[in-house]
């Protein structure tokens, strides 16, 4: 499958999209709180997915030599790395999750991100993995402009989370999306700059950097052929971004009021 150059009418359909999904997270944020558990933030994000009209991507999503998947998001606490399956333990203070989204629009286009949330008062260890994975993606994103390489954004990533300590999960990556949830092409979150494909305006894919506190080795939990988790079971974080390469640089499509401020670096580069 060859990268897709989106047209201006399909870049429209997307910003949609990635505008609804972001949605989600938003409606779903207040509820996070300890007590709940994962499976009620997948009712929540259902409930809203359908009050927009979208529907989850992930559901019934059955990638070869998986099952199908069962829930509308994928929540994945502290050591679990990816693709966590909602269910009824109850979240409790000092507990991290990622929650990651994506809907599908009644004209068929897929909008992808997700985003970390802390229960409660977290540790100094755990906050500053949620910080420094957040600042990581940024540091990816700023690498986007026509002509740049997809090594770029990979080495950018790395070389901010190893000289911070933290280890970069090699197994999975960012991707191409449009009318298709995994397209062409792969976004690595390490890689050598000048290297990979070239960036080229109308490019859409995603940037979700996974990040560990301990050693980047995950592993599969159990057996039901979704959840990965840290082979040492240290923390992990996950932020994720739909972004367009744009005539000038870049655009944020799934940015939306509830999440964090951007990085002062980010306020730097851009004003």
């Known amino acids: 499958m060859s990268i897709t150059i989106k047209t201006a009418a399909d870049i429209a359909a997307m910003r949609e999209a990635c505008r609804l999904a972001s949605e989600v997270l938003d409606y779903i944020a207040p509820h996070i709180q300890p007590g709940i558990t994962t ?6 994000g259902a409930e809203c997915m ?8 992930t559901v019934g999503y059955q990638p070869p030599g ?3 998947y069962p829930a509308s998001l994928c929540t994945s606490v502290n050591h679990v790395v990816c693709h966590g399956i909602p269910n009824d333990k109850p979240l409790k203070k000092g507990d991290i999750v990622n929650v990651d989204v994506t809907v599908i629009t009644q ?13 409660g008062e977290c540790s100094v260890a755990a906050k500053r ?3 420094l994975t957040y600042e990581a993606m940024w540091h990816g994103i700023l690498q986007v402009k026509p002509g740049a390489k997809l090594g770029d954004i990979g080495h950018a990533i790395q070389k901010f989370a190893e000289s911070h300590g933290l280890s970069v999960v090699r197994e ?12 062409e092409p792969q ?7 000048g290297t990979l494909e070239e960036l080229k305006p109308g490019m859409i894919f995603t940037i979700e950097p996974m990040l560990n506190v301990g050693r980047r080795e995950i592993k599969e939990l159990g057996n ?14 996950q932020w994720e971004h739909t972004v367009l390469v744009t005539p000038t640089g870049y655009e944020v499509l799934t940015l939306s009021a509830g999440y964090p401020a951007l990085p002062d670096f980010v306020h730097a580069t851009t004003t």
Request: aromatic share 12%; proline share 5%; hydrophobic share 30%.
């Open 39 to 44: 499976l009620e933030i997948d009712r929540l």
């Open 172 to 183: 999975f990556c960012g991707h191409g999306i449009g009318k298709n949830f995994h397209e």
């Open 107 to 119: 004209d068929g286009w897929y909008g992808d991100s997700s985003r970390m949330y802390l229960i």
């Open 224 to 237: 039901d052929g979704w959840t990965i988790i840290t082979k040492d079971r240290s923390l992990s974080a």
């Open 187 to 193: 976004v690595l979150h390490y890689g050598r700059p």
């Open 66 to 68: 998986y099952p199908p």
């Open 50 to 57: 359908a009050r927009q009209g979208t529907r989850s991507a």
């Open 129 to 131: 993995l949620c910080a």
